[in-house]
T-cell receptor, first 117, second 111 residues
Framework: NAGVMQNPRHLVRRRGQEARLRCSPV?????VYWYRQLPEEGLKFMVY????????ESGMPKERFSAEFPKEGPSILRIQQVVRGDSAAYFC???????????????FGAGSRLTVL | ELKVEQNPLFLSMQEGKNYTIYCNYS?????LYWYRQDPGKSLESLFV?????AVKQEGRLMASLDTKARLSTLHITAAVHDLSATYFC???????????FGTGTLLAVQP
């Protein structure tokens, strides 16, 4: 079990460019969460997806940010026209689901660190 | 809106000493998680607490949950340098179980 795989680990973009961050969940996990961590801060929830569906995007900025989790392939967090304030670590987490009485522990990836010049 | 507060934000300890990190949250939840993060690394799950009065221990760390007080504690016994890291508590929110994280406690254990 390879765990949650994120790539790229480090990404440098100039202002106005696009950033695409990819996340492959733990095998068998159908729930994906994206979080953003600014320097010296905690993690902020961005979006929660299941296969082909966005379930909760209450933490996503209204503009420039989008996320998807297609039927095949990894989940993608896309940031258009990046600005310096987008510089952060973006963590993806996956879980097997929210049903039942289980703990539904989120397994986190190693993160993608975006730097906007 | 669910808010999660941790204190202290920074904790410098000597090896061998005991200390407690506190995590308060603002609305009812039945799921409380503790994670550890080393610099530049991902988050490692430490404990999951699912019921009032739950207590879990792993090595020198012990976590407890009081759902009535909306308080969880992470107790460190006889700290060692390897425990130096940032510790986050997180509270499960709603049916989607998105986690709301505290601000984190940076623990530095000095020899």
């Amino acid at each position: 079990n390879a765990g949650v795989m994120q790539n790229p680990r480090h990404l440098v973009r100039r202002r106005g460019q696009e950033a695409r961050l990819r996340c492959s969940p733990v095998k068998g996990h159908s729930h994906v969460y994206w979080y953003r961590q600014l320097p010296e801060e905690g993690l902020k929830f961005m979006v929660y997806l299941q296969k082909e569906n966005i379930i909760d995007e209450s933490g996503m900025p209204k503009e420039r940010f989008s996320a998807e989790f297609p039927k095949e392939g990894p989940s993608i967090l896309r940031i258009q026209q990046v600005v310096r304030g987008d510089s952060a670590a973006y963590f993806c987490a996956s879980s097997p689901g929210t049903g039942g009485s289980g703990a539904n522990v989120l397994t986190f990836g190693a993160g993608s660190r975006l730097t906007v010049l | 809106e669910l808010k999660v507060e941790q204190n202290p934000l920074f904790l410098s300890m000597q090896e061998g000493k005991n200390y407690t990190i506190y995590c308060n949250y603002s609305t009812t939840s039945d799921r409380l998680y503790w994670y550890r993060q080393d610099p530049g690394k991902s988050l490692e799950s430490l404990f999951v607490l699912l019921s009032n009065g739950a207590v879990k221990q792993e090595g020198r760390l012990m976590a407890s949950l009081d759902t009535k007080a909306r308080l969880s504690t992470l107790h460190i016994t006889a700290a060692v340098h390897d425990l130096s890291a940032t510790y986050f508590c997180a509270v499960g929110s709603g049916a989607t179980n998105k986690l709301i994280f505290g601000t984190g406690t940076l623990l530095a254990v000095q020899p």
